[in-house]
């Protein structure tokens, strides 16, 4: 049975990890792949760190939760600390570049940790708005696990409506997407 | 040589006489009820549900649909009923510590959202089928097997206010009436208004009826009317207190 | 009034709490009772949007008792009615449940289990399986699905109303809030249009007609006076339980014929026994997979041939042995040993079921 994909999303309530596994989620779901997205909803959701649980594959999924994950991203202090248990020798971390003396903390038994200025990058070429869109592109430039014009596509489906209104909005979108893939090679 | 008395026509012949206590006030509510129904002509449409205690040994008493529920459970039964059939006439029918204890919040929301139904609720100051424990609507000083030295205020608070509290949460559209078992004629008109109230689709209709329990008062005949009617009124003032298109007092 | 829910039929990406709602729908569902409770909120959400359209209602209630009891009220007056619940709420809706059992009300529940006991978390877990399958005072005469899948939800809720109105016991989706949450892909379709047959309920109380005329009175009773008369009824009830629980049991076993050592799980965690099934068969292990799809009746018979066979199983669940307890019972008398994993209130993973079985084989 092939593995599935495994990907844990973690930051701060408002960074939109969430949304980035919803719709990464969705991309693979409509390109015939199977796909099972499950948030944490603890009484913690509210102010708390927030994780999203992704697994694509080529067959049916397993259990919804997973031990360990292929893509680690943490997006804050907090949720570097809260992710290291889903991290072992397989797993590729990616933390941002603006959590300050993180260094210390981050996982010493991953296979590659990546560090990438997201939140920077897009509050400068972008807006701050769309860093969850830049992190979508770091998560599918890691990995490969749903082609480009696939993500696009779902982002389309989600945000169209906003995009018929103001088309400069797909621009910024689609072009924080593609940064974010280049960021994270660049990691590499 | 007695003749028996005239019976209401909705009234189940095979279930009297009726299984109540000798003087106890459920057979005269439920008679001043029955001729509410029949003046209706609604008994196909009825649907009766009896709640645990003395109340449901009126389980069989008409012969109109009917349901035994759990303790204070009879209210949100019959609002299912009828929010799934608004065409049946739905009454829920309770004693004092269906209603105002175990199964107030049920009583208190259902009256708050304006629930198409009508609650008639007994009084007889004391939980009649479990042997006269203390009930909320236990009057002050009165001995129960539960307060054996009084109902001390201090302890359990005053007796409860149902149709005025109902009142107070309820919008315009309920009926809300306390009657007693003393003066039947009334009684049947609260509860036939109150039933009109609730097959106009004006909102929740609640009519508490002031009853008797000579077995658990310990009391003969002349004590028992003495009680219901001047001790109890005390507590509990008789009358209309609110019904659709009356002003709200100043 | 709109045009039915669904099609035809079509895939969708849903979460599992959306897919109960459009079960209820396309199952024809009248009327929803409910009380707010993580994690079967969105049960109610979906439904109040979707219902109007359909001309079907929905009432929030005070709490689950009234939840519990308003649904047996819409059901007395012959609609389809049903309820969302979980944990404490569950706990609560005991009590119009065994009325359910004890006057064969044909009401449906939803349940997505959180952890316990008392409020514990509002994630998951499958601490409820005891409550769901014998909660109340009364003798469990209740049918419970437990789903692994979104398209168990699915299939199982419509499936659900079918059996409450056939066999008129108080029918149970026994879901989790990793089912309620999580969102995957699932195959909804209109019943009818693949030749399911949706049962027409039918009034209790306030049949139309005139009462001595054209019908009977009805006086629908839950109390009785004496113990022998109690007798009568939970015995004669039993009778037919046992008669139809043949027709009414669901499993789903695999590898079992040369296995050494079987899988036994339920639900949401049988996902996790089936992948280390198919993990370690692809290593060589002879190791099957058993699970019951309905918790009440439970595929005893079925499961004791199995244990016979294999003489070892391993009991996984997300409770402290609430299901194992189910197993143990079920196949008393055999040979089997029983090795366990019980994480209660956490999930379950293929890989510690994968290690559990490589350490013990």
Sequence with gaps: MAKAVKIVLAGEGGQGVQSVAEILAEAANTEGREALYIPNFGVEQRGGVSVAYLQISDEAIGSPKFQKGDIVVALSERAVLRTQRYVDGNTTFVYDTSIEGIEDQLPKNAGRVLAIPAIEVSKEEFHPRVFNILIMGAVIGATGVVPLDRVKAAIEEKLGYKFQENPKLRELNFGALERGIDLVQKAQ | MSVAPRMPKCWREESKPHKFCPGCGHGLVLKALGEAIDELGIQDKVVFGADIGCSLLAWDFFNCDTVQTHHGRTTPVVTGVKRANPDLVCIAYMGDGGGYAIGSQHLFNAAARNERILAVLVNNTQYGMTGGQMAPTTLPGQKTETSPYGRDIEQAGYPTQGPEAVAAITQDGAYVARGTVANLRQLKGFLKKALENQMAGNGFSFVEALSTCPTNWRTNAAKTWEFVEKEMTKYFKVGEIKAPGQKKEA | ?361
């Design chain 3, 1 to 361: 009034m709109a045009e039915k829910p669904i099609q035809g039929e079509r895939k969708a990406f849903l979460t599992g709490n959306e897919v109960v709602a459009y079960a209820a729908v396309a199952g024809e569902a009248d009327i929803m009772y409910g009380y707010p409770i993580t994690p079967q909120n969105e049960i109610m959400h979906y439904w109040t949007r979707m219902a109007p359209k359909y001309g079907k209602r929905f009432l929030q209630t005070e709490d689950e008792l009234s939840a519990g009891f308003t649904t047996l009220g819409g059901v007395l007056s012959g609609a389809k009615a049903f309820t969302a619940t979980a944990g404490p709420g569950n706990t609560l809706m005991q009590e119009p449940m065994s009325m359910a059992e004890m006057m064969r009300i044909p009401a449906v529940f939803v349940i997505q289990q959180r952890g316990g006991p008392s409020t514990a978390t509002v994630i998951y877990s499958q601490q409820e399986v005891t409550m769901t399958t014998y909660g109340g005072n009364g003798e469990g005469f209740r049918v419970v699905y437990s789903t692994a899948t979104h398209q168990d939800l699915f299939d199982y809720t419509i499936k659900a109303f079918n059996t409450a109105w056939k066999y008129r016991f108080p029918t149970f989706v026994l879901g989790d809030g990793y089912q309620a949450k999580m969102r995957e892909s699932v195959t909804i379709y209109d019943p009818q249009a693949r030749g399911i047959e949706l049962i027409k309920p039918t009034p209790y109380l306030g049949k139309p007609g005139s009462i001595g005329k054209d019908r009977e009175v009805t006086h629908m009773r839950n109390t009785y006076n004496t113990e022998e008369e109690l007798y009568e009824v939970v015995m004669s009830m039993a009778k037919e339980y046992d008669s139809v629980a043949p027709e009414i049991v669901e499993f789903d076993a695999r590898e079992v014929d040369d296995a050494e050592i079987v899988i036994v799980s339920h639900g949401v965690v049988s996902r996790a026994a089936l992948s280390a099934m198919l993990e370690l068969r692809g290593a060589g292990y002879k190791v099957g997979y058993f699970r019951p799809v309905t918790l009440r009746p439970f595929p005893g018979d079925q499961l004791r041939k199995v244990a016979d066979n294999a003489k070892r199983l391993l009991v996984v669940e997300s409770a402290l042995g609430q299901f194992n307890k189910l197993v143990q019972t079920n196949i008393y008398g055999s040979a089997a040993t029983i090795d366990t994993i019980f994480k209660p209130g956490v999930g379950v993973t293929s890989e510690e079921i994968v290690a559990k079985i490589k350490a013990t084989l």
